[in-house]
């Protein structure tokens, strides 16, 4: 099922975490998850550069939740209609060596992914461009051109 996982193609990856089962401080579940998935199926980190990831309200909780977390890998550009962007569903669980397992799931749920900008809301391509040092003017970034 994941033979369309590129790490240079555009993708948005939905995984599903328990908020107790993922190593280290609550504030960094996040940042562990994605950069857990890059390299485990991507073969590359997470790079804030080309990657985002949106934050579940929920993710630092202290008791055992299942949550959703969003990532968004190899952004190019602002894309207009989000649900032209592949989404894949995945869970993850650590074992007892605080290592990941990814499971892929079969669900369609774009209805509930299709809320999330792809690649962030506008302060966020703001800062992508500061960030990239491109002098290029804003349209440019969002028809990718």
Known sequence: MAKNLSPQHEIRIAIRFNTTNVPGEPRNRLRRIANDFAESKLSRMFDSDSDFFHWPPDF??????????????????????VDAVPIQWWNVTYDDQQSPRFTERRMNGKSFTNRYPWGGRDNEWEYRLQQRNIERPREALITGE
Not at 60 to 80: A, H, P, Q, Y
């Open 60 to 81: 630092d909780l202290t008791t055992s939740e299942r949550v959703w977390m969003l990532c968004d890998f190899n952004i190019r550009g602002k894309v207009l209609h």
